[in-house]
């Protein structure tokens, strides 16, 4: 990750979340290949390092998500209730997943979850608060605006 002045101000906003917010998710968003996933790793790594490897974000893409909803659902279940949860590239994954004749979406579900019961969620997209609601709909863009502080990513990628 190349370190500059809109890094310096993502980690800022990360710090001041992490330090000083009553909001339990954040919500990195903006182009491909600008830190964001980067900075979820890094999220992760001071978080085992303060608790001395006790506690641990669990990080998975919002893919592998509908796929253990279509494949492993007791793993699925387990996931949406990790204590610390990490969802990569949400917006990539299909909206609603058939299981059985059942149509679940694994997002939705995740999000309502986590709402209700007020548990730690970090979330990397390239969609913006108004793609998430026209995406995903009206009422869990309402529980996202509640529950996350949305950092903007506004770089041009760091990729070569």
């Known amino acids: 990750m190349v370190y500059n002045n809109n890094m310096k101000d993502y980690i800022n906003k990360v710090a001041t979340w992490l330090l000083d917010t009553n909001k339990t998710g954040l919500f990195l968003y903006g182009s ?12 992760k790594k001071l978080i085992e390092i303060l608790y001395f490897g006790q506690f641990g974000v669990k990080i998975i893409s919002s893919l592998t998500l509908s796929e253990l909803v279509r494949n492993d659902e007791a793993n699925f279940n387990l996931i949406k209730k990790s204590h610390l949860l990490a969802i990569d590239d949400v917006g990539c994954e299909t909206s609603i997943v058939k299981n059985y004749g059942n149509e679940i979406s694994p997002l939705t579900d995740i999000i309502y979850y986590r709402y209700d019961k007020q548990l730690f969620t970090l979330i990397t997209s390239n969609l913006d608060k108004k793609d998430i609601e026209i995406k995903y709909g009206n009422r869990i863009a309402d529980r996202m605006n509640e529950m996350f502080d949305f950092v903007a990513f506004t770089n041009k990628t760091y990729r070569k």
Do not use: R, S
Request: glycine share 16%; proline share 0%; net charge positive.
């Open 32 to 43: 491909v290949g600008n830190g964001k996933t980067t900075m979820i790793l890094a999220i």
